[in-house]
């Protein structure tokens, strides 16, 4: 009899780690399938986010491209301005320059030669200080 309960003993003892590691295999499977179902969640999740970063986003570059649009004809604007103003300060600087030569010829003619004497000097000079001395 002694026998017969030992067996008995193993034979449940048995059971109990088949039921045991059928258990712990059923305990594991849910782990895994929980963990691929938060994972999945997470991986949703993110993707939203990103989907919603791109949708903000594109505004925000639109109104970059807008702005940059404005800078640029602001730009060419100012260009065109500063332009015409030059031109205009130039003609009057040549029609105050031709009043100046009719109104007093001589002194013109004396300023003009005495200007190019002054940068005839003044290369000459540039161009000897390059050159070696001997």
Do not use: W
Not at 84 to 107: I, W
């Amino acid at each position: 009899m002694n026998d017969r309960n030992r067996n008995d003993r193993q034979e449940g003892f048995g059971a109990a780690a088949d039921t045991f590691a059928d258990a712990l295999a059923h305990t594991v499977g849910d782990a895994v399938r929980t963990s691929n179902q938060i994972a999945h969640q997470t991986l949703d999740q993110l993707a939203d986010r990103v989907d919603s970063a791109r949708l903000q986003a594109g505004p925000v570059f639109d109104r970059l491209a807008h702005r940059a649009d404005e800078m640029k004809y602001r730009g060419a604007a100012a260009v065109r301005e500063g332009s015409q103003r030059l031109r205009y300060q130039a003609v009057r600087a040549t029609d105050s320059t031709l009043g100046y030569v009719r109104h007093k010829p001589v002194q013109s003619l004396l300023f003009a030669a005495a200007l190019g004497a002054a940068v005839t000097l003044l290369l000459s000079v540039v161009g000897r200080a390059g050159k070696p001395r001997d």
